[in-house]
């Protein structure tokens, strides 16, 4: 079975950081771009980034560039993100996606997705 | 950054009406578009990429369209599944970004 599982959200102050992580099985995780999202409570999606294969390729949002990186281990399947400076804005819903492949098609497998409180 | 502006915000329909949600893209986004489902509490799933290409597995009354740089997702006749909210993606620049979503509910 094709699976996202994220880990790592939590509370955490303003200022503060936290890495999160997103465990891939079920495909070939080496050869598709990756992707992070998240969503506000009671909003809605807001795209923070796209990591290809290889990692050749990083973009980021101009809200998290330079707070949030992004990167993937392919010898573990593993996609992460590492917050810094996190402000109360962030708090919200994170998940990662999967890029269909092709160019520019979508994300077509998410994960359930790891809460963020940001909170003092 | 290319701003997603998604029409009506939301709207209450009933089983069987056909229903229509537009996005409009500020720029020339080409076919970048996809839509996606939103159910309560649940991830995002793909409905439609490329602007018309339906999404394997995906019902065939789900469909897209475009005309310049106006997109519809149209479902030709809505189940009780489909209440939920929609949300298009332009896919075309480095800064990807959502419309703000189409909350579909009940009449």
């Known amino acids: 079975e094709v699976q996202l599982v994220e880990s790592g959200g939590g509370l955490v102050q303003p200022g503060g950081s936290l890495r999160l992580s997103c465990a891939a099985s079920?495909?070939?995780?080496?050869?598709?771009?990756m992707n992070w999202v998240r969503q506000a409570p009671g909003k809605g999606l807001d795209w923070l980034g796209y990591?290809?294969?290889?990692?050749?390729?990083?973009y980021y949002a101009d809200s998290v560039e330079g707070r949030f990186t992004i990167s993937r281990d392919d010898a573990k399947n593993s996609l992460s993100l590492q917050m810094n400076s996190l402000r109360d804005e962030d708090t919200a819903m994170y998940y990662c996606?999967?890029?269909?492949?092709?160019?520019?098609?979508?994300?077509?497998?998410w994960g359930q997705g790891t809460t963020v409180t940001v909170s003092s | 950054d290319i701003q997603m502006t998604q029409s009506p915000s939301s709207l209450s329909a009933s089983v069987g009406d056909r229903v229509t949600i537009t996005c409009r893209a500020s720029d020339d986004i080409s076919s970048y578009l996809s839509w996606y489902q939103q159910i309560p509490g649940k991830a995002p799933k793909l409905l439609i990429y490329?602007?018309?290409s339906l999404e394997s597995g995906v019902p065939s009354r789900f469909s897209g369209s475009a005309s310049g740089t106006d997109f519809t997702l149209t479902i030709s006749s809505l189940q009780p599944e489909d209440f939920a909210t929609y949300y298009c993606?332009?896919?075309?620049?480095?800064?990807?970004?959502f419309g703000q979503g189409t909350k579909v509910e009940i009449k």
């Open positions: 993606q332009q896919t075309y620049s480095t800064r990807e970004t």
């Open positions: 996606a999967r890029g269909k492949m092709g160019d520019g098609y979508g994300m077509d497998v």
């Open positions: 490329a602007a018309a």
């Open positions: 990591i290809s294969s290889s990692s050749s390729i990083i």
């Open positions: 079920g495909f070939s995780f080496s050869r598709y771009g």
